[in-house]
């Protein structure tokens, strides 16, 4: 599998950000349900919150779409944000580490409509 094309970053990038895109747009959408779900959780200063999840959802999508600060510098955050930052940094790392090896590897011997030369 060949994958230095220059598109597989951007297809990468559209395929990640999906998730959030479609989740910013659902709030966009879907406000008043979404603040009766948060009211059955007893959250503090709701419209603010939701607000505040969709503006982050919708511009970090376009920041994916468009590849702009695809990375942050995490390290030079206060040592304490820094040490939770790198947690989530070394999460997402093996995230990506596993889907990386089941993109080369397949999905193994024990898989609905494996490839025959698994």
Known sequence: MILDHPIVPLLGRLMM???????GIGKIFGWSGN???MNTRHLPLIP??????MVIEVA????????YQALH???????MVAAMQET???KN???????????????GKWALGRRSDS
């Open 35 to 37: 603040v009766a779900y």
């Open 88 to 90: 989530h940094f070394r």
């Open 48 to 53: 603010v919150l939701l607000a505040a999840a």
């Open 60 to 67: 970090g999508s376009v920041c994916l779409v468009t590849g």
């Open 93 to 107: 790392l093996a995230i990506m580490g596993g889907l990386l090896m089941l993109a080369y590897g397949g999905p």
């Open 73 to 79: 510098n995490y390290w030079a955050s206060s040592e």
């Open 17 to 23: 950000t999906y998730i959030f895109a479609t989740s």
